[in-house]
C-alpha cells in the first residue's frame, strides 16, 4: 500500500506561480513512476507529468515550458513537486498526485484544489 497527500493548491493570479507537493509513504521501494493528473469541473481527468525513477519526465504538450516535475526520494518517503508557473484559467482544476507501482497499480491522493483567475 501507499499513501500520497498532497499541498500547496491556492487561489492564484493569471501569470502566477504555484508549488504542489505531494509525500508518498509506505510501500515506496514498489514505486516506479510518480505523476500529476488534474481534473476540472465537467471534464474527464488527464494527464500532467511524470517522472520516474530515473529522473525522467514527460510532460503534456499543454504545460510544456510552463510546469516543472521534480522529485525527491529519501529513506522512508517519497516527494514529487510540480512548479507551475504563467499560470492560465484553463490550469483551473483538482491536481491529483499519482503513484504506479512495477506492477502497474496505480494510488491517488485525495486532490488539491487549484484555481487561477483571469
Known amino acids: 500500500q501507499v499513501q500520497l497527500v498532497e499541498s500547496g493548491g491556492d487561489l492564484v493570479q493569471a501569470g502566477g506561480s504555484l508549488r504542489l507537493s505531494c509525500v508518498a509513504s509506505?510501500?515506496?521501494?514498489?514505486?516506479?513512476?510518480m505523476g500529476w493528473y488534474r481534473q476540472a469541473p465537467g471534464k474527464e481527468r488527464e494527464y500532467v507529468a511524470t517522472i520516474n525513477t530515473g529522473g525522467s519526465t514527460n510532460y503534456a504538450d499543454s504545460v510544456k515550458g510552463r510546469f516543472t516535475i521534480d522529485r525527491d526520494n529519501s529513506k522512508n518517503m517519497v516527494s514529487v513537486y510540480l512548479q507551475m508557473n504563467s499560470l492560465k484559467p484553463e490550469d483551473t482544476a483538482v491536481y491529483y498526485c499519482?503513484?504506479?507501482?512495477?506492477?502497474?497499480?496505480?494510488?491517488w491522493g485525495q486532490g488539491t484544489q487549484v484555481t487561477v483567475s483571469s
Open positions: 509506505g510501500s515506496i521501494f514498489s514505486i516506479n513512476t
Open positions: 499519482n503513484a504506479r507501482q512495477r506492477i502497474g497499480l496505480d494510488y
